[in-house]
């Protein structure tokens, strides 16, 4: 079921276990031999210890490991930033630090690598259209424009000559990109950008709530743009370009912000100022107040949501991936990438739901990687 409003004010604990990645290791995925190897980690939470692992395909073995997702790294080498994924959920796109890899969800490999955006340089959020057929990519600078067939650069829009963009977001029609950035010389900002003329037809202010690293949604109408700042979560009224500030909650570690596919709910890691307590706070878009909040081992640095809205993904800095009902907000399963660090980690999922996308970095030997888990 869908999340009600009547939810109660506090998450509903629920069972966390493990996806051990030893064990299951999806076998023939790799990345070319271009590419070095990189991994992700993830500490337990509140997890009973192993004593074996099970075979992949089990529903739970005896000792309490969760085997309904498998888990197999995707080698990177030097950089995996943000993921995007494809509308008809063919492709996941993942920042690189020669450009754009492609990762074909099929067979869970990384296919090619588009080197149009940059390439050699740690590139920013990715977005794709809505229909698939381009990727904006944030770069020093401003924003390239890449189809998302050929890999081919199709045009730059330019933000100002010291200006950097932070991220970016489509309006639902495509018509509209929302881009954040600061600049040496002037205030951070909201950048709205005409899709059809890749011209900046707006600039709003946001000097006045603090930018931070500030990723950006969209709400599903195209009425709202979410934006998560040092000064907590700005509401942009897309009809009238005005600009609020929810008093509900305040931002922490946490560098993540999402809107329900339905538009009724709003999700961010930060401080319910009504409680203080710390956590996934789940905000009413109609009344902007705290309706339920999510515990979280450590700070989350990322969330995707399925497409019919009842799971949340949500990506810690060490290294777990929550699993939460969005239904009663309980954590179902907390999987975990291995030891790595996850502070700024890209996520994506399929739209069947089958298919989880993970950016991060070993701790231990420092290599990036994309963790795929899939649903058995």
Not at 225 to 246: C, F, K, Q
Request: proline share 6%.
């Amino acid at each position: 079921m869908q999340a009600s409003k009547n939810n109660s004010p506090s998450a509903v604990p629920g069972r966390m276990r493990r996806v051990l990645l030893g064990a299951i290791l999806a076998a023939g995925i790799a990345a070319p031999t271009s590419m070095a190897g990189t991994a992700f980690a993830a500490d337990a939470v509140s997890t009973p210890p192993a004593s074996a692992a099970s075979a992949p395909g089990a529903e739970a073995s005896a000792d309490g490991v969760d085997t309904r997702w498998n888990a197999a790294q995707i080698p990177m080498g030097r950089f995996a930033g943000d993921l995007a994924m494809s509308p008809d959920g063919k492709r996941a796109y993942v920042a690189a630090a020669d450009g754009i890899g492609v990762i074909d969800t099929a067979t869970g490999k990384l296919a090619e690598t588009f080197s149009s955006a940059n390439p050699g340089s740690r590139l920013g959020r990715i977005a794709v259209s809505p229909d698939g057929k381009r990727l904006y990519v944030a770069d020093p600078g401003g924003i390239r424009v890449v189809d998302a067939f050929t890999g081919q650069l199709t045009g730059v829009v330019e933000l100002g000559q010291d200006s950097f963009p932070f991220a970016v977001a489509v309006s639902p029609d495509g018509h509209k990109l929302y881009v954040t950035s600061s600049a040496l010389s002037g205030s951070p900002a909201i950048n709205i950008v005409d899709t059809a003329t890749d011209k900046v037809s707006a600039r709003i202010d946001l000097s006045s709530v603090g930018l931070g690293t500030t990723p950006i949604t969209v709400s599903p109408d195209g009425s709202r743009v979410y934006v998560y700042g040092a000064g907590g979560v700005t509401v942009l009224d897309t009809a009238t370009n005005e600009i609020r500030t929810l008093a509900s909650v305040t931002s922490r570690d946490g560098n993540t912000i999402k809107v329900s596919p339905d538009g009724r709910y709003l999700y961010t890691f930060g401080i319910n100022t009504a409680t203080w307590n710390e956590g996934i706070q789940v905000v009413d878009t109609d009344s902007d107040q705290v309706v339920a909040t999510v515990a979280a081992p450590s700070p989350v640095s990322n969330m995707t949501l399925s497409a019919d809205g009842k799971t949340l993904f949500a990506a810690t800095e060490r290294g777990e991936v929550l699993e939460v009902n969005t239904g009663d907000n309980s954590v179902l399963e907390t999987l975990e990438t291995g030891p790595t660090s996850q502070w700024d980690a890209g996520m994506a999922i399929t739209p069947d739901g089958k298919h989880v996308y993970v950016s991060n970095v070993n701790v231990e030997q420092g290599h990036h990687r994309v963790t795929a888990f899939t649903r058995q």
